[in-house]
């Protein structure tokens, strides 16, 4: 008999990825499944990036590449940092990773002992807390709820720092909830993280340019947290690159190195023509993306309203990403035809099978009142979609 790994069995499956199978298994057998679980847009990789990939393949960039990337690649990495976040990261602190995932647990990898406590403000992106216990890592969640807007304050995280406490991971535009922290409020938390030299923060900025509000903040931008913080990005998100599978870090040197170190010995470095690819993406001017911004915050705008005349759903209003993550506790203790409500997983289930619709619980992201709406699919499925959760909805009584 095949005994898998106590770290194997200590990981839970991805929540994201779950639902993305559950949906696909309905789909198989002829079932009409609007999926707005995963968080990929919908939009197609620009002409001018695939360009890139074609003339990086004409010309042979077919081999074996450094494992921190592309010399000339976290060159414009670098000036990509300065141009949009101000933050002076050198080439010898960027490290290019197979995807902000790999960027994370890199970092994860390099800094953290068993034992070692992280704090993750909840709700949170699904893979922090899996990849803090593959490490052996005590995850430690601080609640923001809904009428803190899902973030946390300086005070918060200090009453969450203890002698163990090694790190700090969270991101901003935030996955699962879309808030994000303005200058005052990343200044507000810089103020706890600098009297714990100690304590490193990683701030995953992967939804950077997808931002309703007004300018991205970076919380590196403060010098004296600046040693402290490691800064995590990546294009699948705002270049619609999800499938080439490209992140990067900027972080102190020491911590770049390390990382540089961990990852030659898993996958040495991503895709040769990625890379080249990603050099286009950086280079260009981020107001290419304008269409594809306005386009998210019309979709928002739609969503909101449509879940403002659903009774019993609460929401924030989320200035970034592309999701939203209503409240829906009234519903617990409902039923129908003998189905209860007990929790958000109850919910998303109930949803699933009665307006086949696919949505993510809240549970995976550490707020069981919670479920995540990805809204990067079209006006047209997202109107049906919240006409049939509406209806839905309406028969749990």
């Known amino acids: 008999m095949i005994e898998l790994s106590d770290r194997l069995l200590a990981m839970e499956e991805s929540a994201t990825i779950a639902m993305s199978r559950k949906s696909r298994e309905l789909k198989a057998r002829g079932k009409d499944v609007i999926s707005l679980s995963l968080g990929e847009p919908d939009f197609n990789t620009p002409q001018f990036i695939k360009d890139a990939a074609t003339e990086a393949m004409d010309n042979n960039f077919t081999k074996y590449m450094p494992v921190p990337g592309y010399d000339d690649l976290r060159n414009s990495i670098s000036k990509k940092f300065k141009r949009d976040n101000n933050l002076d990261y050198g080439s010898d602190q960027i490290v290019v990773s197979t995807g902000a995932k790999q960027s994370i647990a890199n970092v994860v990898l390099t800094l953290i002992n068993p034992g070692d406590e992280v704090i993750i403000p909840a709700p949170y992106w699904v893979s922090y807390i899996e990849i803090v216990k593959v490490a052996g890592g005590i995850p430690v969640m601080v609640n923001a709820g809904i009428e803190k807007d899902f973030k946390i304050s300086g005070e918060d995280l200090t009453n969450a720092i203890t002698s163990k406490t090694k790190l700090m991971i969270f991101s901003t535009p935030c996955?699962?909830?879309?808030?994000?922290?303005?200058?005052?409020?990343?200044?507000?938390?810089?103020?706890?993280?600098?009297?714990?030299?100690?304590?490193?923060?990683?701030?995953?900025?992967?939804?950077?340019?997808?931002?309703?509000?007004g300018k991205h903040e970076s919380l590196a931008q403060f010098d004296d947290v600046y040693e402290q913080v490691i800064t995590v990005n990546g294009v699948s998100?705002?270049?619609?690159?999800?499938?080439?599978?490209?992140?990067?870090?900027?972080?102190?040197?020491?911590?770049?190195?390390?990382?540089?170190?961990?990852?030659?010995?898993?996958?040495?470095?991503?895709?040769?023509?990625?890379?080249?690819?990603?050099?286009?993406?950086?280079?260009?001017?981020?107001?290419?993306?304008?269409?594809?911004?306005?386009?998210?915050?019309e979709r928002r705008t739609l969503v909101l309203n449509a879940l403002a005349e659903i009774p019993g759903l609460k929401t924030n209003h989320p200035g970034g990403a592309f999701y939203v993550f209503p409240d829906c506790s009234t519903?617990?203790?409902?039923?129908?035809?003998?189905?209860?409500?007990?929790?958000?997983?109850?919910?998303?289930?109930?949803?699933?099978?009665?307006?086949?619709?696919?949505l993510v619980t809240g549970d995976a992201f550490g707020d069981p009142k919670c479920f995540r709406i990805s809204y990067a699919a079209s006006e047209?499925?997202?109107?049906?979609?919240?006409?049939?959760?509406?209806?839905?909805?309406?028969k749990l009584k």
């Open 175 to 213: 996955n699962p909830t879309g808030s994000v922290y303005n200058r005052e409020e990343l200044r507000d938390l810089a103020n706890a993280i600098k009297k714990h030299p100690s304590l490193m923060v990683m701030c995953d900025e992967i939804y950077e340019h997808i931002n309703f509000e």
């Open 237 to 297: 998100k705002a270049w619609a690159m999800t499938g080439w599978r490209l992140g990067y870090i900027g972080a102190p040197k020491s911590i770049a190195s390390a990382c540089s170190k961990v990852q030659g010995q898993f996958t040495s470095g991503t895709c040769s023509i990625t890379q080249k690819a990603t050099i286009a993406a950086m280079e260009a001017n981020p107001s290419v993306l304008k269409d594809m911004i306005t386009a998210f915050k």
């Open 331 to 358: 519903y617990f203790g409902k039923s129908h035809e003998g189905y209860t409500i007990k929790n958000a997983s109850d919910l998303c289930l109930y949803l699933l099978e009665e307006s086949l619709v696919a």
């Open 380 to 394: 047209e499925t997202l109107i049906e979609a919240m006409r049939r959760i509406k209806q839905a909805l309406s």
